[in-house]
């Protein structure tokens, strides 16, 4: 017949540490059984294997060589899922030195374990608090640790020992740090436990504290010297599965974030400081791109307001410039255009610029020479006045049309019409002016600019009687392209070659949109690289607050966390970081493109670019959070709990 295993059992264990060549024996052959209910203290001089057997008893550690069964379970054989929920509901840990998270207060200290065992807010507290009336503490729930005496910061401890229903507690020197009258609450406390049903394993080197228990184990260079009460050995059968082996699912995400955020509270103006990293990157590649799409919308609205049915003629090969000095566009040109039926109309053109005066007033502008359907070619409009008529032109006549902002500045307190002006040294009257177009139109508003009829420009104002362009009105309706190989056709035709370039908007705004999606990535990319730069601050200052919280991290692992919850749990504090940073990144972004816009620059906002900059706050998150997370994760709770 099968007889119910040992609670615990360890057979010939060994562990040894590596010194440098030499091996140290903590432990040499130390074969224990102890049964569930026992009071046990093990004794021995410091650095006589106590803590060490602890570790192993605990899970915390494992053996170099030799067997260790838990119920009847092989420790051996279990992954670290089940090692942490053997932790988390089997063993209770109390330590010489409390091991109380110093930012939580002694009820959050208590229910700590509780969190990983997926019990819910409200059961925890009110568990949690029950356990503290119990051991003494009722009024200190509150209480920080550092609020608490040692003796109160222990009974803490034990009450956190207790939390997850534990079978074993394992306390290794847990009067150690007290006083004498602190000492005998602690050891009355865990007799009483034992008296309960409790499994209390006591590290003790005080006779009169191990006199308390009812077996007491002497341990001298990792070996048992003297065992009195030993139980007699039963063979170890194996039990089926146990619910106490089965690993316990990850604690809620809404809890993770919580414990980050506290984590980042604690800690509030380095966690600012890093946020500052993220913050920056993510408002320059909003700001950047809204500066950048700004920049293309307003070329390309003021190309657009030129209207979509015109084509550009100019003198020069396709590629140069109009400089005005080729002088391969002539009137016998326009003539011939004329005939195509495709045509509304052509404008011949030719600018420079000038400064007209009035009075003592001076304005600098763009002088236009042109023929009267100008206006209707290029949709724009008379606001007093009347445009020069055929007739002005073939007479030559020394009439202009003037902008609006031209007319507000020079006759500031009259009417504009009928007023002469003085242009290169000729005067000139002012007969009508143009309906303002505003910033609606761009740049290429006409509300800066002087009309002058053709042939006036050609006699009097330039020199040289060829022509800068010529702007030209497809019907609507007609295909643009073709149109344009037709003129292309006819003018090649007249010319010999091809010494003129074509151009309609669409292939300008084509252009345009180009060289500026160039300029856009370039901001963009320098702001992506604050970005990154930004996240290796975020690992940088995850990996110090790794090393700082080592203990905390330790304590988490030995009250039953599992590697996998440290992980996703620094994860999720870097992914906190960089989501906040986001956030503010993406509000700062766009305050700041918002605060550069009153200034006359033109920005343009869009929801992808602030997606795009989030999405990669997110991923610097993902990314340069994972080494400090994969390094919390590997820690050695017995090395984190070991430092002082
Ligand atoms: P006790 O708790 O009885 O004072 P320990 O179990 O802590 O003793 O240590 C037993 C022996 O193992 C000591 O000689 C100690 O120096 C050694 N030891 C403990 N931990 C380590 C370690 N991490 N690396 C090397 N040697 C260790
Ligand atoms: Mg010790």
Same mark, same amino acid.
């Given at each position: ?8 059992? #360890? ?11 030499? &091996? ?21 001089? *410091?650095?006589?294997?106590? *803590? ?7 899970? #915390? ?45 002694? &009820? ?23 356990? #503290? ?38 306390? +290794? ?75 316990? /699912? ?64 100019? /003198? ?16 016998? +040109? ?5 005939? @195509? ?37 290029? +949709? ?29 500045? @020079? ?79 006819? #003018?090649?035709?007249? &010319? ?58 330790? @304590? ?30 993406? @509000? ?57």
């Amino acid at each position: 017949m099968a007889t119910k295993p040992p609670l615990l059992l #360890l057979e010939h264990i060994e562990r040894s540490y590596r010194n440098g060549d030499a &091996h140290i024996k903590a432990l040499n052959d130390v074969s224990l059984t102890i049964e569930q209910g026992e009071f046990v203290a093990i004794m021995g001089q *410091s650095g006589s294997g106590k *803590s060490t057997l602890m570790n192993i008893l605990g899970c #915390l550690d494992s053996p170099t060589y030799g067997r260790y069964c838990i119920n009847g379970h092989d420790v051996s054989q279990l992954d670290t899922n089940q090692l942490a929920a053997l932790r988390l509901k089997t063993f209770g840990f109390v330590f010489q030195r409390y091991q109380l998270l110093p930012a939580l207060s002694a &009820h959050e200290n208590v229910a700590l374990p509780a969190l990983y065992a997926n019990t819910a807010k409200s059961a925890r507290r009110e568990r949690a608090f029950a356990l #503290l009336q119990q051991l003494g503490l009722e009024g200190r729930e509150q209480h920080k640790p550092s609020e608490l005496s040692g003796g109160q910061q222990q009974r803490v401890s034990i009450a956190r020992a207790l939390i997850n229903g534990a079978e074993v507690i394992l306390a +290794d020197e847990p009067t150690g740090a007290l006083d004498s009258q602190s000492s005998e609450q602690v050891l009355a406390l865990l007799s009483e436990l034992n008296q309960q049903g409790v499994t209390v394993i006591l590290i003790t080197h005080d006779a009169h504290v191990a006199a308390q228990a009812k077996r007491q184990i002497h341990i001298q260079d990792g070996t048992i010297l003297s065992d009195n009460g030993a139980p007699t050995e039963t063979e170890a059968t194996p039990t089926a599965a146990k619910e106490t082996l089965r690993p316990l /699912p990850s604690i809620a995400l809404s809890e993770a974030v919580t414990i980050s955020f506290r984590a980042l509270f604690a800690n509030w103006f380095r966690t600012l400081l890093t946020l500052l990293g993220v913050v920056i990157g993510v408002a320059a590649v909003v700001a950047m791109m809204a500066i950048g799409e700004g920049g293309k919308q307003q070329v390309i609205d003021r190309i657009e307001s030129m209207g979509t049915n015109l084509l550009m003629l100019r /003198p020069g090969g396709a590629n140069m410039r109009n400089s005005g000095d080729i002088a391969t566009l002539t009137l016998d +040109d326009v003539e011939a255009l004329n005939e @195509l039926p495709e045509l509304v109309g052509i404008a011949p053109e030719r600018e420079a610029r000038s400064t007209i005066r009035y009075l003592n007033r001076d304005y600098r502008s763009k002088i236009m020479a042109t023929t009267p359907n100008y206006l209707h070619i290029r +949709d724009w409009e008379i606001a007093q006045g009347v445009m020069f008529r055929e007739r002005d032109n073939a007479d030559k006549a020394p009439v202009i049309v003037i902008g609006a902002t031209i007319a507000e500045s @020079l006759f500031p307190e009259q009417n504009a019409i009928g007023q002469y002006v003085m242009m290169k040294n000729s005067l000139y009257q002012v007969i009508g002016v143009l309906t303002a177009q505003g910033a609606s139109a761009g740049g290429m508003n006409n509300d800066e600019v002087v009309l002058v009829p053709l042939q006036t420009g050609l006699t009097r104002v330039f020199a040289g009687r060829y022509l800068g362009g010529l702007t030209i009105k497809v019907k609507s309706g007609e295909d643009l392209e073709q149109v344009e190989q037709t003129i292309r056709q006819l #003018l090649i035709e007249r &010319h010999g070659k091809e010494d003129f370039g074509i151009f309609n908007t669409a292939s300008l705004i084509e252009a345009v949109s180009e060289t500026q999606n160039t300029m856009t990535m370039l901001l963009g990319s320098i702001a992506a690289i604050s970005l990154l730069v930004g996240g290796i601050g975020v690992m940088n200052i995850m990996l110090v607050s790794v090393t700082e919280r080592r203990r905390e991290i330790g @304590l988490r692992l030995a009250t039953g966390a599992k590697p996998k919850d440290i992980l996703r749990q620094f994860n999720i504090e870097a992914l906190v970081v960089c989501c906040s940073g986001g956030v503010i990144g993406v @509000l700062l972004g766009v305050g700041a493109a918002l605060f550069i816009a009153r200034f006359d620059i033109a920005i343009a906002l869009a929801w992808q670019p602030a997606a795009l900059a989030f999405a990669s706050a997110f991923l610097v998150g993902l990314i340069f959070g994972h080494a400090p997370a994969r390094k919390a994760s590997r820690l050695n709770p017995i090395d984190a709990l070991a430092e002082e």
